[in-house]
């Protein structure tokens, strides 16, 4: 592989600037992460496509179950917390 000068030198100031180990890992690093971009885009297309061939009736069931499971979190949220020795313990 060739790089003109001008990418080299970009390639090696993000070395210094990752601390990264080799510019090998600078390229792998900058490939794992266009992957993890490109693969979060196409599950976000998946999800999109699922969604939009729903039924209007089965829509309206899902919004129900979410409505249902927000409530319930905001109950979580708002239950006091009570903290016993073991429960200290058990999270150490």
């Known amino acids: 592989m060739s790089l003109s000068s001008e990418a080299t030198r970009y390639v090696r100031g993000l070395r210094m600037e990752s601390k990264a180990a080799s510019v090998s890992a600078v390229?792998?690093?900058i490939i794992r992460d266009l992957q993890r971009k490109t693969e979060l885009e196409q599950?976000?297309?998946?999800?999109?496509?699922?969604?939009?061939s729903l039924s209007p009736?089965?829509?309206?069931?899902?919004?129900?179950w979410g409505e249902l499971g927000m409530m319930?979190?905001?109950?979580?949220?708002e239950a006091p917390v009570v903290e016993t020795e073991k429960t200290?313990?058990?999270i150490r």
């Open 27 to 29: 390229f792998e690093n």
């Open 43 to 52: 599950l976000n297309a998946r999800t999109i496509a699922y969604y939009d």
């Open 57 to 64: 009736e089965t829509l309206s069931d899902t919004a129900g």
């Open 72 to 77: 319930g979190l905001a109950a979580l949220e």
């Open 88 to 90: 200290v313990a058990a």
